[in-house]
């Protein structure tokens, strides 16, 4: 799905707390989109960033925030089953799209280095995301979980328009990694053996 982002004025985030959230919400914000978001996490370091912006709103909460004045609504890779703020978008038309897809039409304006594998990733996420950093300038990094955080910096995404590197932790789980990034510049394979097997059916399925 093309999603034209000059194009948006206004969207809503269910999610926004995610890493892969929060960059969304960060770089549409710097192109003068209005953001608001909402996420069941209002305990995690990102969470009380979009709060003190006034950014996180309570989905316990009367959901006027979810209106027509929206260009769309961006939802996680896996919504919460009868979701209201999704049911509510659906009843007024609006379009939704997947968080993921977003983040892959941002990742085109980036030079972008895929880390994937069952396992590794994190760690060679921070090593790669490291050295730029000492060769050039901080650059753009996403990890895939708030507990995975950079200690260098202290955060756990990272969004630095001066730089053109996009470092990126690929999840493969329900194939969102081909959402997130649907054209790598550079990829790193750290290693391949069968996992996420509630998704994934075979070896040869997840390979």
Known sequence: MEIDISKLNKIHII????????????????????????????????AYKWKNAGILVDPSDDLSYINNSLDLVAIPNAPTPDNLEINRAIQLGIKIVKTNQLFGEISKNFEVISVSGTAGKSSVTSMTAWCIYQLEEMP???????EDILKSFDKAYNLNLKSKYLVVESCEYRDQFLDRIPKAAHSILTSVSFDHTDYFKSQKQYN
């Open 140 to 146: 753009n990094f996403v990890f895939g979980t708030h």
């Open 15 to 46: 999610g926004i707390c995610s890493n892969f959230g929060s960059f969304v919400a960060e770089y549409l914000l710097s192109k003068g989109i209005e953001i608001t978001g909402s996420d069941m996490n209002h305990e995690s370091q990102n």
